[in-house]
């Protein structure tokens, strides 16, 4: 089990870099977002199975079911329209909000430990949870309130929710096992750099697929994409882009 989250984690980091940097609805950035949204699901799933059953610790399990949710949202953002998925959604969204209400009773419980933890997990960390989870449930009870996703918000619900995963998926690799390293290389600081580069280039995402500039840009990109499509397929036009729903909102360039 260990070697399956170990090998699943190093095939997410890779896959899940190329998807932050190639263009976004590239057939580069769907490959690379597909393979990280498998090699995620595995590497989530392994972990939680770990950390409730053969090396106990809450944290873990929290932070794994919050990735597991934030990777299913995030494609289901750009691969079903909200009416097709509803049932899922609100099954989905009692999994963040019930991850939120345990991260921010933890994260209390937390500090009023001695060492400020639970299971060797700060307490800044349960709040983090918490709150993401509290919010992203949030977001999802409002959607399914509208029951539609359109235009920037779905390309942006598609990003912050695939990006936050490989956000918490970098950090765990490069600073949750930091004490398996050299104390030269803790110390230098070098173990920071990824974290902060996947920080950076999510922002740049998100902030521009809300740029209105962009956004009329995005549209027709994803007029050119949907007709490719087409004529590859030999499809009508409006069916190519039911069928390629990762165009139907457009990406940026």
Sequence with gaps: ?????????LVALLAGAL?????KGSPLHRRGGRVFALAMLVMTASAVVMAAYLRPNIGNVLAGSLTFYLVVTG????????????????????????VGAS????????LAMPNGAIDEIPAFAYFMFGTVGSVAGLLDARLLLVGRLQGKH????????????????????????ADELPA????????????????????????????????????????????????????????????????AEGAPR
């Design 75 to 98: 494609v289901l953002a750009v691969a079903r329209p909200v009416q097709d998925v509803r049932a899922m959604l609100a099954g989905l969204m009692l999994v963040a909000l019930v």
């Design 184 to 247: 030269a290389v803790r110390a230098s600081g070098v173990l920071t750099l990824p974290v902060l580069l996947v920080t950076l280039t999510l922002l740049y995402w998100v902030v521009r697929a809300f740029l209105a500039r962009d956004a009329l840009a995005l549209n027709s990109h994803a007029a050119k994409a949907a007709r490719r499509t087409s004529n590859a397929r030999g499809l009508p036009n409006d069916r190519a882009g039911a069928r390629t729903p990762e165009f």
């Design 103 to 110: 991260g921010l009773l933890l994260g209390m419980r937390a």
């Design 154 to 177: 779905r390309l942006a619900r598609h990003l912050w929710r695939m990006g936050y995963a490989m956000w918490i998926a970098t950090m765990s690799f490069f600073l949750g096992q």
């Design 1 to 9: 089990m260990l070697w399956i989250h170990v090998v699943a984690g």
């Design 19 to 23: 998807a932050l940097i190639a263009t």
